[in-house]
């Protein structure tokens, strides 16, 4: 009984929302008055909850919130708690001190309201395992979808796994997990479409570092300009400098002509970085079935 009297005190906190009819009423009051009125009403409103015994059980809780006239998915949403405590204090108080139990586990910042109603009318106070997190110390309640998430993670460092790691999909999928690995990491890899479009992501990512004057990371070269107004005079065309195309940024490109300038330095005369131009090369042609010229700097 002792107890049950402690609990009994913490519960100014959920009538708190109780009040706001209260301040509409007396709106034209001055402020300080308001103030003053609000408080008792509050005061008066604990009070009057705190004075109610506790007249239900646990297992009577989770009987009268899956009945048809208490149902608990009635007092999902904002202020519902105002509409049970009104229709039946007896109840709401009772599902406060049952429920208090689980607010030690509880992950969110906020005990809802919803998630007592799932713990005692969903779940009839009878959480295993599976509604708790992978250390076991936390229940995680999603406020979006109104539901516990079942093998969730807390923030206790060694809770949580990667998500593309086997652990993480032995420890969601039990004996299955190796079918459901190879489906959703291996073979979605394996997907050349979406190989294409996380190469393509990757080269965006590098351009926007590159063009980037505040990093070391930007590069032009050293005699590009040079060379590439030398270019325009010899084959009389207009070279673009600020021409981008499936993520690359090649050196220059004409319009009119249809073709791509790169001013190759030295060092892509070596055969790891050949490759790759060339691989680079293949995929702009590819895709503007242009022409492609290189302009060699051997000086840098
Ligand atoms: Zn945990």
């Known amino acids: 009984m002792n107890n049950q009297q402690s609990q009994s005190n913490n519960y100014t906190k959920n009538c708190k929302s109780t009040n706001k009819d209260f301040i ?8 300080k008055n308001v103030k003053e009125v609000v408080e008792k009403f509050y005061k008066k409103q604990t009070e009057h909850l705190n004075s109610l015994p506790i007249i239900y059980s646990k297992e009577e809780v989770s009987q009268i919130l899956n009945d048809k006239k208490h149902n608990y998915i009635k007092y999902f949403g904002k202020a519902k708690n105002r509409t049970m405590l009104k229709q039946n204090p007896y109840l709401y108080k009772a599902l406060l001190f049952h429920t208090d139990f689980y607010k030690n586990n509880c992950r969110n910042k906020n005990f809802y309201f919803t998630f007592r109603l799932l713990i005692a009318g969903k779940y009839n106070f009878n959480l295993t395992r599976e509604q708790y997190c992978r250390c076991g110390k936390h229940i995680m309640f999603d406020p979006v979808l109104k539901e516990i998430r079942k093998k969730s993670y807390c923030k206790t460092p060694g809770c ?3 998500a593309n790691s086997q652990n993480h999909f032995k420890y969601l999928y039990g004996e299955n997990w190796e079918k459901k690995y190879y489906e959703e990491r291996i073979l979605r890899n394996m997907d050349p479409e979406r190989k294409k479009r996380r190469q393509l992501g990757g ?6 570092r590159m063009s980037r004057s505040d990093t070391k990371f930007h590069c ?6 040079e060379l590439l107004d030398k270019q325009e005079q010899i ?9 981008t195309v499936i993520g690359y940024y090649p050196d220059g490109y004409c319009h009119k002509t249809n073709t791509i300038y790169e001013v190759y330095e030295k060092h892509h005369k070596r055969d790891s970085t050949k490759e790759r131009d060339l691989i680079r090369q293949n995929q702009i042609q590819n895709h503007l079935k ?3 010229k290189i302009i060699w700097d051997d000086e840098n």
Do not use: P
Request: aromatic fraction near 14%.
């Open 220 to 225: 032009i070269g050293k005699r590009e300009k």
């Open 24 to 31: 509409f009423k007396i709106k034209s009051k001055s402020r």
């Open 160 to 162: 949580t796994l990667s």
């Open 203 to 208: 080269r965006i990512a590098y351009q926007k």
């Open 290 to 292: 242009c022409d492609f």
């Open 235 to 243: 084959d009389n065309c207009v070279i673009d400098r600020f021409f």
